[in-house]
């Protein structure tokens, strides 16, 4: 079983600054995939970033890198130069990395509402 | 390229009654995995479907069935609705075998589902 935890109900960034949202997760799984979507108010979740548990590397996406501690389980996402665009609910996923059919089953975090200031 | 749609948007029902909500994937995806969000939660693993057949299944009742289509569209049908059924319904799609980013979902921008 996998279990996500993100503690941080709420953040707020101001525009252009820094803001890094955390999750820890727990899974029995030697194999797995972690993922931070983002839910503007349209609702539709849209990838921001993924990392195979098996890459020692940092992912990164233009302005969106996460920091990967396999041994705390700890998988953060810092968001540089925040836009007002980046405004949005923000989940944390985990997910088996079996292959095949045991894709598309991912274990959410409870979310993380970021506020963008001008 | 269409994304993953979904329909409808919104619907109201009453309690005990039935609801069928449709998903088309996105093109060329194969896979349909279902997901229930309560008001302010992270979304819920309902189902997968592969091949017209359920291949995985998280902690719902047998009241949450669902169905794939040979054109790979999907529908979730929920019997006796229940108050607590309540929440966003989402979709996502993905391709299955032979590509690197068969991890990724798509997502629908989901089915609001009141019961009163």
């Known amino acids: 079983a996998q279990t996500v935890t993100q503690s941080q109900p709420e953040m707020s960034v101001q525009e252009a600054e820094t803001v890094t949202l955390s999750c820890t997760y727990d899974?029995?799984?030697?194999?797995?995939?972690l993922f931070w979507y983002k839910q503007p108010p349209s609702r539709q979740m849209i990838l921001v970033i993924r990392q195979e548990a098996y890459k020692q590397q940092n992912a990164t996406e233009n302005r969106f890198s996460v920091n990967f501690q396999k041994a705390a389980k700890s998988f953060s996402l810092k968001i540089s130069d925040s836009q007002l665009g980046d405004a949005a609910m923000y989940f944390c996923?985990?997910?088996?990395?079996?292959?095949?059919?045991?894709?598309?089953?991912?274990?959410f975090g409870q979310g993380t509402i970021l506020t963008v200031h001008p | 390229d269409a994304g993953v749609t979904q329909s409808p948007t919104h619907l109201i029902k009453t309690r005990g009654q039935q609801v069928t909500l449709r998903c088309s994937p996105k093109?060329?995806?194969?896979?349909v995995s279902w997901y229930q969000q309560a008001l302010g939660q992270g979304p819920q693993f309902i189902f997968q479907?592969?091949?017209?057949?359920?291949?995985q299944r998280g902690n719902f009742p047998d009241r949450f069935s669902g169905h794939q289509f040979p054109n790979y569209s999907s529908e979730l049908n929920v019997n006796a609705l229940l108050l607590g059924d309540s929440a966003l319904y989402l979709c996502?799609?993905?391709?299955?075998?032979?590509?690197?980013?068969?991890?990724?979902?798509?997502f629908g921008a989901g089915s609001r589902l009141t019961v009163l």
């Open positions: 996502a799609s993905r391709v299955t075998q032979g590509y690197s980013g068969a991890n990724v979902l798509t």
């Open positions: 899974t029995s799984e030697s194999d797995y995939y």
């Open positions: 479907y592969y091949e017209e057949e359920e291949r």
């Open positions: 996923a985990s997910g088996r990395g079996a292959g095949g059919t045991s894709y598309g089953k991912l274990t």
């Open positions: 093109s060329g995806h194969d896979t």
